[in-house]
């Protein structure tokens, strides 16, 4: 087991003196604490009781819409048809292409973190599922990634919206913003996920599912939170 460094347990050791009510306060001390020299991130972890869900419905794959974004950057390409690509180009979309940038992901070139695809364009890229499928790339509907509409879907992604997936054990885990952002906009992007999710997946996210619920920063001590209070 790797050792903590000293810093660390300092910090756990005057943690030991302070009292914590509520998520409001628990946030001002994840920002205050762990005295790194890079702006951290916040994240948020869960643990699904997997047990008690059977079926497809113990996998909780979603996106999620934070009001504040969680400040990572996203680099979104889209692939559209030609007549399109003026369009795309506006959209703010950092790659933007057709039949060329399906050569090029073909060729393993692949220079982006999310791919949007426009619905036409969806039978050419069909081939490429053995390569985009497990970089999580392969555009899908439910995620936002198969539109028409792609100016709105590259300002989503890029800004607000966040994919989320649990894995086999049943663990959670996302950012919802940074240590340099204002504690209301952290407080509010954590409500505002847990709510999306208490009615996307009502089956999983409720207080007899969820075991645990934790927040911490990125070199800091984990908090535990009450799935009521939030």
């Known amino acids: 087991m790797r050792s903590r460094s000293k810093r660390y ?12 009510k509520n998520v409001d306060q628990i ?14 991130s916040i994240d948020l972890s869960l643990k ?9 419905e113990n996998s909780l794959r979603s996106l999620v819409e934070l009001p504040h974004g969680n400040g990572k950057k996203i680099k979104v390409a889209v692939l559209c048809d030609e007549n399109k690509l003026e369009d795309a180009k506006k959209s703010g979309a950092d790659v933007v292409g057709s039949d060329d940038l399906i050569k090029k992901i073909s060729d393993k070139d692949i220079n982006f973190d999310k791919l949007i695809c426009t619905p036409s364009m969806m039978s050419k ?10 970089k999580g790339l392969m555009p899908n509907p439910k995620m936002g990634t198969v539109s028409d509409d792609f100016i709105s879907s590259v300002e989503k992604i ?16 996302f950012s919802i913003g940074r240590k340099s952002f204002q504690d209301s906009k952290l407080l509010e992007n954590l409500k505002n996920a847990f709510e999306f999710l208490k009615k996307e997946k009502p ?11 934790y927040l911490t920063s990125t070199m800091g001590a984990s908090f535990k939170l009450n799935f009521k209070d939030i």
């Open 9 to 20: 347990k300092n910090l756990l050791e005057s943690l030991k003196k302070k009292e914590f």
């Open 27 to 40: 946030i001002k001390e994840l920002k205050n604490g762990s005295g790194v020299k890079f702006v951290e």
């Open 48 to 56: 699904i009781n997997l047990k008690k869900i059977k079926g497809p």
């Open 125 to 134: 890229i069909g081939k490429l599922g053995k390569i985009l499928g497990p």
């Open 158 to 173: 890029k800004n607000k919206s966040i994919e989320i997936k649990n894995d086999k054990d049943g663990n959670l885990s």
């Open 203 to 213: 089956a999983i996210f409720n207080s007899e599912n969820i075991k645990k619920v």
